[in-house]
């Protein structure tokens, strides 16, 4: 019997070991496929099944991209576990492929489900962006899909792509970014300037939710990673809070959204420090938060505003006046997208809002202003 | 596009062949620059060839000991009248960086921002908005921030909405033969130690030249700084900051504004023509902002002020408290002004020591009692201040 099956198997198991994703360890090759990340089938383009498709927990907003992740580790390599974060081995390679769904007349429409492969009849892929993790640490690299959807290029500069969104509210014509490799180390380097670039996705909390789970919630991504022998054991660490989650509380909503938007660089070791705005979910004293706190190097951004968090005003605000600023000197993140987030700016008002307590008036004693 | 997509895949053969053929995009000059600076290592010179360059997106360098050259700042010019993204023109996290001989124009945001870097020369280097002084002008234009060892030399800095050289939460700086005009503030030392700011030419912004130290930042104690053979003339340009930055409530016509700084010697300017007063030195309570940070000193001391010149100015303060003096006494307002603000248990001297500055008058504005009981004795001030030592960077250009 197992003789028979043989010269049917051999082949196809030849052909499945030439289907590995492949990793280089100094060059970034200029085309995608070079990775074999991917399968093409017809119009589908689907992640090899040696790869695990995943999604966060708490996800950034980005214009209202939809995203594709996957995950892969060489064959035989595992994760560790280090004070309770996943620590990739070389080899590791993650991908995030940034698409939208197409409308009439190649209009853009925003991404409302989780996809786990992408079929071209029916999404327009914009870029795919890697993390690669070698010998020296994470590398980041993004990859811009040409106009015929055949390929996607090596542009360490990044790109601008004019595009036509299509929402409920009407047609928004904009520019997506593809960021530059500096630009991925804005928010992937999350103490400045020297630290580590890292995953942001990929850490346990974000994987732990069963609800983000792709395929289907039965099991959490990371016992996912461990039946595929990636981890011993999945880390004891808790679930990240989600911003879309509508049963946790307004506060904690909030946080969680500051958390993946603001944090990467408004921590105490970031590159926003400068601000003395803690944004980073953890820090719950006011003064870091912003409240009745005056700016000090944000120019327009100000809003002619007095403060960063005016409890119980969300129009006096300039946290929430910068988040919904599209001008280049206000907007807040300054980068990850070029739309304003109705939703999350729906959230941070009605936490403003619901925010006790009041600033003073400041008595101007000595210029005109 | 989509139907030619479709049209493609009947012809999987073709498709392979074009996939496989596909030339790289090519590179615009604005994408090779980003990417030199990008690839770039320590030691490399990148060039910027004469000519105007027009940039949409942030240019950004994270790599040391990397020199961006250009052939001169009216000949070599980045401009970002175009801009499209990113909130600076030129973004820095680099130790031992050289920027020289070039102009960056326009940008939507600050013009050259410098984060976290230390030794930093930034020499015959213009930032401009070209449009005059506007509000929706970008706040900063030569801006190293949490920097150290900084060297801004015979640099030009014009039309900033904030301030054209602003040095934040920085240690030892050197500031010289530089020229600020049409900003709102033209050169300002803000929370920061070790300054030497000289031989510049402050003229036709809102305030010439600030010393502040704020609360609420990471890094404060503004301290030790030496403003000296300056000329600080005609700071008269209506304040154009836009409304909740701290430098929209400085009044035009201000020289030199010293706020909450301590160990601050003045010496060998010249003031003239500063239409609110020559020189003020001001407490953080002056602003009538709340101050909810215990670590913070709102209280200006050691201001060391001699040998300078002083003439004109004070004769249309665009301030409420310095206009209702110019009107109870007929006369311009004093070249130099102190809000009278103390510290419990201080005393005059411990704040302003000022000698030898010619006849320039002063006035104690009483702002701690309303402004009710301005005093223009100069007596109380007349003592020999610190000497402050000059400034050495830590490893020179």
Not at chain 1, 320 to 347: C, F, K, N, T, V
Not at chain 2, 94 to 102: N, R, Y
Not at chain 2, 184 to 201: C, L, R
Not at chain 2, 208 to 231: A, E
Request: aromatic residues 6%; glycine residues 10%.
């Amino acid at each position: 019997m197992i003789r028979s099956l043989l010269p049917v198997l051999l082949p196809a198991l030849l052909l499945a070991a030439c289907a590995e994703p492949r990793f280089y360890e100094q060059e970034n090759p200029q085309r995608l496929s070079d990775w074999n990340l991917f399968r093409d089938e017809g119009s589908r383009f689907i992640p090899r099944e040696q790869t695990l498709v995943f999604a966060p927990a708490n996800p950034l907003f980005t214009d209202y991209a939809g995203k594709l992740r996957t995950m892969w580790l060489p064959a035989g390599e595992q994760a560790d576990l280090v004070d309770g974060e996943l620590e990739f081995p070389a080899g590791s390679i993650l991908s995030k492929t940034f698409y939208y769904p197409t409308g009439a007349d190649g209009l853009l429409l925003e991404s409302v489900d989780q996809e786990n492969e992408l079929d071209r009849a029916r999404h327009r892929m914009i870029e795919t962006r890697l993390l690669v993790r070698r010998e020296d640490g994470w590398h980041a690299m993004a990859y811009v899909w040409n106009e015929e959807q055949t390929e996607a290029f090596l542009r360490v500069a990044g790109a601008s792509v004019p595009a036509s969104l299509q929402r409920a509210s009407g047609v928004t014509d904009f520019v997506y970014f593809v960021p530059n490799e500096n630009q991925c180390a804005g928010c992937h380097v999350t103490v400045h300037p020297d630290g580590p670039l890292h995953p942001l996705g990929a850490v346990a909390g974000q994987l732990t939710a069963a609800a983000a789970n792709p395929d289907g919630g039965r099991q959490s991504q990371l016992q996912a990673m461990q039946e595929r022998g990636w981890l011993d054991a999945p880390p004891a660490q808790s679930a990240a809070a989600s911003w879309e989650n509508s049963r946790a509380d307004l506060e904690t909503r909030a946080l969680a959204y500051m958390n993946i938007h603001c944090g990467h660089c408004h921590n105490p070791d970031g590159a926003a420090d400068t601000s003395a705005l803690v944004l980073d979910g953890n820090h719950r004293n006011p003064l870091e938060l912003g409240v009745c706190k005056t700016p000090v190097a944000a120019g327009g951004g100000a809003g002619d505003l007095l403060y960063s968090i005016h409890p119980g005003a969300p129009e006096r605000s300039i946290l929430l006046y910068r988040m919904e600023s599209s001008e280049l000197d206000e907007m807040m993140p300054e980068l990850g997208r070029s739309l304003a987030h109705d939703e999350g700016i729906a959230l941070i008002r009605d936490w403003i809002a619901a925010m006790p307590g009041d600033c003073p008036e400041p008595v101007r004693a000595f210029g005109n202003g | 596009m989509f139907t030619d997509f479709r049209i493609a895949l009947l012809f999987p053969i073709a498709l392979t062949l074009a996939a496989c053929g596909e030339p790289q995009p090519q590179l615009s000059f604005e994408e090779s620059l980003q990417q030199q600076l990008i690839e770039a290592e320590p030691g490399d010179v990148i060039e910027i060839p004469a000519g105007t360059h027009e940039l949409t997106r942030s240019l950004s360098l994270d790599v040391p000991g990397v020199k961006i050259r250009g052939e001169g700042m009216d000949r070599s010019i980045l401009s970002f009248r175009n801009q499209l993204q990113g909130a600076e023109g030129l973004l820095v996290s680099a130790d031992d960086f050289v920027i020289e001989d070039l102009a960056i124009e326009d940008t939507v945001g600050d013009a050259l921002k410098i984060n976290e870097s230390n030794n930093v020369t930034v020499r015959r280097v213009r930032t401009e908005w070209t449009g005059g002084p506007l509000t929706t002008n970008g706040a900063y234009g030569i801006y190293p921030v949490q920097s150290s060892n900084i060297l801004i030399d015979g640099s030009v800095a014009i039309g900033a909405s904030d301030a054209g050289i602003y040095v934040g939460q920085s240690t030892q700086i050197i500031v010289r033969n530089s020229r600020a005009e049409y900003n709102v503030a033209g050169i300002e030392i803000e929370n920061s130690t070790f300054a030497d700011v000289y031989d510049n030419v402050a003229t036709n912004n809102t305030g010439g030249i600030l010393v502040f130290d704020l609360p609420n930042l990471p890094v404060q104690g503004g301290r030790n700084t030496r403003v000296f053979n300056n000329s600080i003339v005609d700071n008269n340009t209506a304040n154009f900051a836009p409304e909740g930055n701290i430098v929209a409530t400085v009044p035009a016509g201000s020289g030199l504004m010293v706020l909450a700084n301590d160990n601050i010697e003045v010496f060998g300017n010249e003031f003239a023509n500063n239409n609110s007063a020559n020189m003020m030195i001001v407490s953080y309570h002056i602003t009538g902002l709340p101050i909810e940070d215990e670590n913070y000193d709102p209280f200006p001391e050691s201001i060391h002020v001699h040998g300078n010149s002083f003439s004109g100015g004070g004769a249309e303060p665009d301030s409420e408290p310095l206009a209702l003096l110019q009107q109870a006494t007929g006369q311009a307002v004093p070249d130099v002004v102190w809000d009278g603000t103390i510290l419990p248990g201080k005393t005059a001297p411990d704040v302003l020591c000022m000698r030898g500055n010619g006849d320039a008058d002063f006035v104690n504005l009483d702002a701690p009692g309303g402004f009710a009981a301005p005093s223009f004795e100069i007596g109380p001030h007349d003592c020999s201040g610190a000497e402050l030592p000059e400034v050495s960077l830590a490893s020179g250009p």
